[in-house]
């Protein structure tokens, strides 16, 4: 690809994933960003539960993460598709550097500052916010139409196996130097990131014909809603999503509490469950498009949460760490293989002058009771204790995936809506 954005294979037609520079550039940076961010996800939980011993306090912190994602859903897919994608993804990399480096820097010249966590992890999960939409809408910039599916399984298969190794690296330095280190350890990958970003080029997106001037941000994100709600498939999968955020955000958090304390293992053991749980994101990656193609979108969606519900109430009615284990790696299955099949169905019938919008659309609706249902997870377990909520989860995804076959998800062949034009007034 040129500097100006032209594929040179154009006409030959498009360049085999293995060939395309870009592609393979972006791949690797955002592999090694994964397993940095995978340190964080086992050391700020561990941090917290280290000062605090409340699981509640873990679930406020995860509360404030989702609060910080939808808040940005608002502006979000309106920047993606006003800005150019490679630069805020870059922006974005520089910032998260920042903060998650000033939780170290704080902590190893003043002390404990516990505090510090929460307005990092909100602000953070702004910018991971925005980064995510631009990261998505950015795919089909990279490859081809046809490619789309494999690449999101290609990204998500090295993300799986950023996140095997991660945890159980991040699990052994938080047991070595403390859960500060492996913070440090997520900030120097963003750097990495950047460097990455600046290698590549993109193929210019395209621009919306009734894109209108800032104040009309407002009716820009309506727009992404809009196609979200008269597109049946997508619509029926955006409301699907909002009760499986609701119930599974704070799942982390109820793995890494049930291990710690009522199975009483250490921080090494957090890290090698949350790594043996990634295997089962890197099969689903490399499995997703062959199951993809033989059951299509819909159906490869419901069956990913019907193993999810299946897994998180076997966990819920069972108190063994090796049912634990496997319950986490059933879960990374099907969550991996439900957002391959998500993000590519959105990926293939949204306008590229659409996608920000549409994306952060649907990641705002769906995560917008997420905060809520994570508070009430973890503080139900610190009431109730884990397995009567576990199995409530499990159960309630079922009852999802059951909903999901009243609503065109259980076709095989999907076909969206023609999206209907703005009208007049609203150009």
């Known amino acids: 690809m040129t500097r100006s954005g032209i594929d040179p294979h154009q006409a030959a037609g498009p360049v085999p994933l293995r060939r395309n520079r870009d592609f393979g550039i972006f791949w690797t940076v955002q592999a090694l960003s994964t397993f940095g961010s995978s340190f964080s996800l086992v050391a700020i939980p561990l941090l917290v539960l280290h000062a605090t011993g409340s699981v509640a306090q873990m679930g406020l912190i995860t509360g404030l993460a989702g609060a910080g994602t939808v808040a940005s859903g608002l ?88 996140f095997v190794l ?78 499986v955020t609701f119930l599974s955000l704070g799942l982390v958090d109820v793995f890494i509490y049930y291990v710690r304390h009522d199975l009483g293992q250490g921080d090494r053991v957090v890290g090698g469950l949350l790594g043996a749980a990634s295997v089962g994101a890197i099969v689903a990656a490399l499995i997703t498009p062959a199951v993809r193609r033989r ?44 957002a391959i099949s998500s993000a590519s169905l959105r990926q293939t019938v949204t306008p590229d002058h659409l996608l920000g919008r549409v994306t952060a659309g649907f990641w705002m609706v769906h995560h917008a009771f997420g905060p809520v249902g994570a508070l009430v997870l973890t503080a139900s377990v610190a009431h109730v204790g884990v397995h009567g909520p ?38």
Do not use: K
């Not at 010249?109 to 990261?135: R, S």
């Not at 109430?313 to 879960?331: K, P």
């Open 75 to 162: 502006f979000a897919g309106v920047l993606v598709d006003r800005v150019d994608r490679r630069r805020l993804m870059i922006w974005c990399d520089l910032a998260r550097l920042l903060l998650y480096a000033a939780v170290p820097a704080v902590w190893w010249t003043a002390g404990e500052q516990l505090w510090l966590l929460y307005p990092v992890i909100a602000a953070a999960a702004v910018f991971t916010m925005v980064f995510d939409v631009a990261c998505s809408a950015a795919v089909p910039n990279i490859v081809s139409r046809e490619q789309i599916t494999a690449a999101n399984s290609r990204l998500q298969a090295t993300y799986g196996a950023g």
């Open 166 to 243: 991660g945890p159980m690296a991040a699990g052994l330095i938080a047991g070595l130097a403390g859960p500060v280190t492996a913070i440090a350890v997520d900030a120097a990958t963003f750097g990495v990131s950047v460097v990455g970003l600046l290698l590549i080029r993109l193929r210019p997106s395209t621009t919306d014909p009734a894109a209108g001037p800032a104040a009309a941000v407002w009716r820009d994100l309506a727009v992404g809603v809009r196609f979200l709600w008269h597109t049946p498939v997508l619509r029926a999968i955006t409301l699907l999503y909002t009760p």
């Open 295 to 338: 059951l299509g979108f819909g159906p490869a969606w419901l069956a990913a949460y019907l193993a999810c519900g299946v897994a998180i109430a076997a966990a819920g009615l069972v108190f063994n760490l090796v049912v634990v284990v496997v319950a986490a790696v059933a879960f990374a299955f099907g969550e991996t293989m439900a």
């Open 390 to 427: 576990l199995i409530a989860v499990g159960v309630s995804f079922l009852v999802v995936v059951a909903a999901g076959l009243c609503t065109p998800l259980r076709s095989r062949h999907l076909t969206p809506a023609r999206f209907p034009a703005p009208a007049p007034a609203d150009r």
